[in-house]
């Protein structure tokens, strides 16, 4: 899923009382982690880098809010791995939430097929790698990279559960039946998976990261002025061929309620290959809401 998977280690992160909105984390576009092993051995540090580095610097210290309007790698891998001094949150309380906002299991959707993800864990790395699980498994994880797969739908139920303030619900094709004369013979009404055990104070502090994403982070080219728009911008990247600078392809991903004061829509627009979200997915989006909110296009 890449950085739209933020939205669930951001709300741990709050209701775990690892981080408060207001604490900052430093980021230095590459942070270099000791070797397990080797730690006095400065060649053997493993870096792992901020999307921000290719323009020469890092957030700086940065807080939640921030952490998620500008999409943040090194705030998310102190948040949930911990560095330094810092102590994160860790894979078993990053595990936990991924399986509250509905990942790992089919949301229970009316169409066949339905595939559940994968939110990996310590003991599925052993059974299935043979290898063990290490900190740097987990600051991957923490953005949406490395082992965790994720749908377009789960991602947007999750979404939702920040819209809503806190409920899951199971997403629904049918509004009701009609039969031939028109008349309603059958309603659907909607059905709850699990209220999502994050205070309401918390889920206001993601949404409000989010609500920076569009109105000063990376999709600013959501923003549509009338109407308020939270949203979350993506790119994963994900094995297949580099190219001719050694990137690897990615996938675009952009999520998105509005309004943002009483959200009456949410949606998902991922592109298979489609490569930087703020840049092709976000635009989409941006159609979309247009049409919805019925703003000129």
């Given at each position: ?10 709300s ?12 900052q984390?430093?980021c230095e576009?590459i942070?270099y982690?000791p070797?397990?092993?080797?730690p006095?051995?400065r060649?053997?540090?493993q ?5 921000i580095r ?7 210290p940065t ?7 500008y ?17 994160g949150m860790g ?10 906002f509905g990942?790992?299991?089919?949301t229970g959707i ?12 310590a ?13 740097g498994d987990?600051y ?8 965790v797969?994720?749908t377009?739908l ?5 979404t939702t559960?920040i819209?809503?303030?806190g409920t899951?619900f199971r ?8 039969d ?7 309603e ?13 104070r ?19 080219s959501?923003?549509l002025?009338?109407?308020?728009v939270a949203g979350?911008?993506g790119?994963?990247?994900f094995p297949?061929?580099r190219?001719?600078k050694?990137?690897l392809?990615t996938h675009?991903w952009?999520t998105?309620f ?5 959200p009456?829509i ?6 298979e290959s489609g ?6 997915a976000?635009?989409?989006a941006?159609?979309i ?9």
């Open positions: 899923p890449g950085s739209v998977f933020k939205i669930i280690p951001a741990a992160g709050l209701q775990e009382g690892t981080v408060t909105a207001d604490t984390l430093n576009a942070m982690v070797h397990r092993y080797f006095d051995d060649s053997m540090d870096p792992f880098y901020c999307w290719k323009s020469g610097y890092g957030h700086g807080n939640l809010r921030q952490a998620l309007a999409s943040c790698d090194i705030y998310f891998y102190k948040l949930a791995g911990g560095f330094q001094g810092f102590q894979l078993d309380v990053l595990n936990h939430y991924a399986h509250l990942l790992g299991e089919v009316d169409l066949p097929a339905e595939a559940p993800g994968l939110v990996p864990d003991r599925w790395k052993r059974l299935q790698w043979s290898e063990n699980w290490v900190t987990t991957n994880m923490a953005i949406g990279q490395g082992f797969l994720t377009p789960q991602m947007l139920n999750a559960v819209a809503n303030g899951l997403p629904q094709l049918a509004l009701h039946m009609t031939a004369e028109g008349q309603v013979v059958r659907f009404t909607p059905e709850v998976i699990r209220q999502v055990p994050v205070d309401a918390n889920i206001e502090v993601v949404r409000e990261g989010m609500l920076g994403v569009v109105e000063w982070g990376t999709a600013q959501v923003y002025g009338t109407v308020r979350k911008t790119t994963a990247e297949g061929p190219d001719a050694g990137n392809p675009a952009f998105a509005a309004p943002y004061e009483d009456e949410a949606l998902v627009v991922f592109l490569g930087e979200g703020s840049q092709t976000a635009p989409v941006l159609d809401l247009k049409y919805y909110f019925g703003l000129p296009q």
